[in-house]
């Protein structure tokens, strides 16, 4: 296959960069490419995440975190904290464990997508939400 012979040509260019506590690909511009991480953190981390081209999944992080998804949604599971992030094309899953938020608080937004909002019944979470391009909905496990 052409197409494939062309991927595995450039795969051994793609190089993934751990330096400075940044984890990052880098490769020949002209080289068609997809990479994916998956990033095991203690559960106290703080994180800094930003993706161009697809999504951010958190799960089980306690700390300050960021994010930021130019075409990618957004997935929070069980996180706590101080967490603020954003997604310009993509929908925003959240969904929250325990009885209370533990830390600050999340501030999240999405400009083109929607959010979905799983909250436990015995939850006392103080919810403000708004959407302006995509559905919302709010949902008890």
Not at 11 to 22: I, M, P, Y
Not at 26 to 52: C, K, M, Q, W
Not at 83 to 94: A, E, Q, R, S
């Amino acid at each position: 296959m052409l197409v494939r012979s062309k991927v595995d040509a450039h795969a051994g260019q793609v190089r993934v960069d751990t330096s400075a506590g940044r984890v990052f690909a880098n490769g020949p511009d002209n080289a068609p490419r997809a990479v994916s991480y998956e990033i095991f953190v203690p559960r106290n981390a703080n994180l800094e995440l930003t993706t161009h081209n697809g999504g951010v999944h958190v799960s089980g992080v306690h700390g300050a975190i960021g994010f930021s998804a130019v075409n990618g949604g957004g997935h929070l599971a069980q996180v706590g904290g101080s967490v603020k992030g954003k997604t310009g094309n993509g929908g925003l899953h959240v969904e929250l464990a325990g009885s209370r938020w533990e830390g600050e608080g999340m501030e999240i937004q999405t400009m083109n997508g929607g959010v979905h909002i799983a909250v436990p019944a015995n939850d006392s979470a103080h919810l403000e939400v708004s959407t302006v391009n995509g559905g919302m909905r709010v949902t008890t496990p």
